[in-house]
């Protein structure tokens, strides 16, 4: 799977042909083309093509691997072959791991035009809903750097050279740009995580385009001194998670979120129940943040960049609150406490 992800990596990049090119003395940004993105139960979705017939999927940066759904799998009549030796990473949703026992082989797998052969895809157990077939992970999303473009609900790889720092923000023009430093730590390979502050208190996060709200651990929310029974916190109901597995959630008042060096003041989030703290994270930060959000991923840098674009940072903050969402100049964090 590897190899053949690597290959098409370079299949890909080659066969989108020429994108908008903006260079500077030393820095060079060549944008291929967007992929469109359309919104299904809060997820972002894309289409492309299964042997010749269309399939949507959600863009998911909190998988490594590609996946399809079993019903989607009957569905387009792929064979399934049983274990999943090529990954040798457990799938994960914030409910807890997905099983995987089967795998597939699409022949001909079409993104952006360009057809990839006999691509792998990891199938669940259960899980999905409806007309989406299936998750894009970080395989796909490591073609290039990406642009996370949701307020215009777009999706690009973006190939840069000789660009340093945030250089490669092109569009912010004077914008208040923030970023954050990704963590690899061995164990969740091709995910996006980072460090932020809930309340001053230090908690790592997973950038996560595939939840579709955000949503700090009960753990995590305790550190920062908010509880299901703390002031002001009420009870949202059970909110499904990849797999079909549902959490136990609340809505709480959170005082201050810091991402990068934007802040977010008097704000309300999700708190859960989130098996495991997902993989060891604190907080899921959802595709509620990407659509506020312009979102750059330098992956040689290991960064996450980002302009605020206007809105609700948190599906759950009031209007007014959200108007709050202003980037302040980088400032020394409170302690954090692990």
Excluded at 131 to 150: I, M, P, T
Excluded at 209 to 231: C, D, E, F, K, W
Aim: glycine share 12%.
């Amino acid at each position: 799977m590897r190899n053949t992800c690597r290959t098409g990596c370079v299949i890909v990049l080659a066969a989108l042909g020429a994108g908008a090119a903006m260079a500077s003395a030393r820095c060079t940004i060549e944008r291929f083309p967007a992929l469109r993105i359309t919104f299904v139960h809060g997820q972002p979705t894309t289409t492309a093509l299964i042997n010749g017939r269309k399939a949507l999927f959600t863009i998911d940066s909190g998988d490594y691997y590609n996946m399809i759904w079993p019903a989607a799998a009957r569905r387009y009549g792929l064979p399934l072959s049983a274990g999943s030796q090529a990954y040798d990473t457990p799938v994960r949703g914030a409910g807890g791991g997905v099983e995987v026992e089967q795998q597939t082989i699409v022949r001909t797998f079409t993104l952006l035009n360009v057809p990839l052969h006999d691509v792998y895809f990891t199938v669940a157990y259960r899980g999905g809903h409806g007309k989406v077939a299936g998750l894009l992970g970080e395989n796909v999303l490591r073609l290039a750097d990406d642009e996370f473009d949701f307020p215009r609900h777009t999706l690009r790889f973006i190939e840069a050279k000789g660009c340093v720092g945030d250089q490669l923000v092109y569009w912010a023009h004077g914008q208040a740009i923030s970023s954050v430093k990704l963590q690899h730590d061995g164990r969740h390979f091709g995910q996006l995580i980072g460090d932020v502050h809930v309340n001053g208190q230090r908690v790592r996060a997973s950038f996560d385009t595939g939840a579709p709200i955000t949503v700090l651990s009960l753990r995590a929310a305790r550190r920062a001194g908010v509880t299901p029974n703390s002031p002001g916190v009420v009870p949202n109901g059970m909110v499904e998670g990849i797999g079909g597995t549902r959490i136990m959630t609340w809505i709480a008042p959170i005082n201050q979120v810091q991402i990068g060096s934007e802040t977010i003041e008097h704000t309300r989030m999700l708190i859960g129940r989130i098996v495991a703290a997902h993989s060891g994270n604190g907080m899921l930060i959802g595709s509620d943040f990407f659509r506020a959000h312009r979102v750059y991923v330098a992956h040689r840098q290991a960064r996450l960049y980002f302009t605020y674009t206007g809105g609700r940072v948190f599906a759950f903050a009031h209007h007014r609150a959200s108007a709050s969402a202003k980037a302040l100049p980088p400032k020394e964090p409170a302690a954090a406490h692990r």
